[in-house]
């Protein structure tokens, strides 16, 4: 009886461990078809990940070869030509796409450039979808919090960050951000990485930040939430900056400013 279980057991395991692999196979590879033939195509980044979103074009370029032509948000395209062998049908076929390219910044909150700090771009540990930032700051020059930092765009001057995770090592604070690949897209040439380091604004930085989401505020074509993000930024490290500025503070900065003030007031203990 115990070994009939035992069999029984064994036979549900390798049932279960089928079924994983049918299912982890058809994430890993999307099949494709052109006539008798069929493709399995597996699309990665740079770091051997996943791309989730990941499109793949196959078709017949002559008698002897296929053309895989795979493309993904926030990622160069890449154009694979796979050889026709003689009695073959299926063929199986990896990709690797390439980031897109930026110019990456990472200065302080002055807009003053960071000789101290530097950036790394290598994606592992960041999903396929998303794209990875890797920054190492002096543990002396900042003040480790996620309202600290964030990510600019140079298209729109807008808020990109998606992740913020970070922690010291010896005497650098290691912070992994992230954008997603569809921010990185539209982002502009330069990507600009800005700590709230522990100098003090100037009061000329304070009011392009001001002068910033004025514009966004006003323009219907910004993308969704970036006013509101740029508003909770400015709040968070500049609020009593902005209040001690001679001009006149945007209506989005404003109302957010009232609203945090009534909140705090009714949450006081």
């Not at 009061?203 to 074509?221: E, F, G, I, K």
Request: proline share 6%.
């Amino acid at each position: 009886m115990h070994y009939i279980s035992y069999m029984i057991s064994i036979k549900y395991r390798v049932l279960i461990i089928a079924l994983m692999t049918f299912v982890a196979s058809s994430v890993y590879a999307i099949p494709y078809q052109v006539g008798d033939y069929k493709l399995d195509v597996t699309v990665r980044n740079s770091a051997m990940n996943l791309i989730p979103d990941s499109k793949v074009s196959f078709y017949r370029y002559d008698q002897s070869s296929f053309i895989a032509e795979a493309r993904a948000t926030g990622y160069k395209s890449v154009t694979k030509r796979i050889e026709i062998k003689p009695n073959q049908f299926i063929y199986k076929t990896e990709v690797v796409l390439p980031d897109l390219e930026r110019k990456l910044y990472i200065i302080d909150h002055n807009h003053k450039i960071l000789a101290a700090a530097y950036l790394r771009t290598e994606q592992f540990g960041f999903p396929g979808n998303e794209y990875g930032l890797t920054a190492y700051i002096p543990v002396e020059m900042w003040d480790a919090a996620p309202e600290r930092v964030e990510v600019f765009d140079s298209f729109w001057g807008a808020p990109l960050k998606k992740t913020c995770l970070f922690e010291q090592i010896e005497g650098f604070h290691k912070v992994s951000l992230s954008i997603t690949r569809k921010a990185l897209k539209w982002s502009g040439s330069k990507i600009y990485v800005i700590f709230r380091t522990k100098d003090l604004p100037a009061p000329r930085a304070v009011a392009r930040y001001l002068r910033q989401l004025d514009r966004l505020s006003t323009n219907p074509d910004c993308p969704p939430g970036s006013e509101e993000a740029l508003t909770a930024y400015i709040y968070e490290n500049f609020a009593a900056d902005a209040a001690a500025l001679e001009e006149p503070l945007p209506a989005v900065y404003e109302r957010y400013h009232s609203a945090r003030a009534r909140f705090s007031e009714l949450h006081r203990e």
